[in-house]
């Protein structure tokens, strides 16, 4: 998947997309367009070449103690 010129904003709280829906909301990155649902948990990485990834945290498992 490839967007151009969308804007985004990092900084020491996190990822911010910029782009508003002009002129209407297909000029911009939307997550109905992704796997990804409000809420998802990432975690921040580096690839083989130095570059950001954010990989999505797995579902946890929870333990029951017996």
Avoid: A, W
């Amino acid at each position: 998947m490839m967007y151009c010129d969308f804007r985004f904003e990092i900084n020491e709280q996190g990822l911010l997309f910029n782009d508003k829906p002009d002129p209407d909301e297909t000029h911009m990155v939307r997550i109905s367009n992704t796997t990804f649902e409000p809420g998802d948990k990432f975690t921040l990485e580096l690839d083989e070449f130095g570059r950001m990834f954010f990989r999505k945290d797995g579902p946890l498992q929870l333990n029951l103690e017996l």
